[in-house]
């Protein structure tokens, strides 16, 4: 029994290494770079929005432009929804594993 012990504990302490060594650093550079884009997004609907009032462009492709903005804006939104999804779970992941680790070895058997 005891040595099914030890094979526990090492398998989870392989596995919040593991979860551990995920870089959230990458996520979270994800993410920045996402709200870059959002902010450039923006500033190309103010130029539009602009050149509309200023009688630049017409109606129609004004409308075209804003409505690709839009959906491009709607895009990037839910690919930084999905990615904090992502490290909440990892961070989940991760105080779940480590309150397993220290269940298992401090229980006797």
Aim: with cysteine; charged share 30%.
């Amino acid at each position: 029994m005891a040595s099914a012990f030890g094979r526990d504990t090492v398998v989870l302490l392989q596995l919040l290494m593991g979860l551990r060594s995920i870089n959230s650093g990458d996520s979270v550079t994800k993410l920045l770079d996402l709200d870059k884009k959002l902010e450039e997004n923006a500033e190309q609907r103010k130029v539009l929005v602009s050149l509309m009032t200023e009688g630049y462009l017409e109606p129609a492709v004004y409308k075209k432009g804003n409505n690709e903005l839009l959906q491009e804006a709607e895009r990037i939104q839910r690919q930084k929804e999905s990615i904090s999804r992502f490290i909440n779970c990892d961070n989940i992941y991760l105080h779940e594993v480590s309150e397993l680790l220290q269940y298992t070895t401090k229980a006797t058997m």
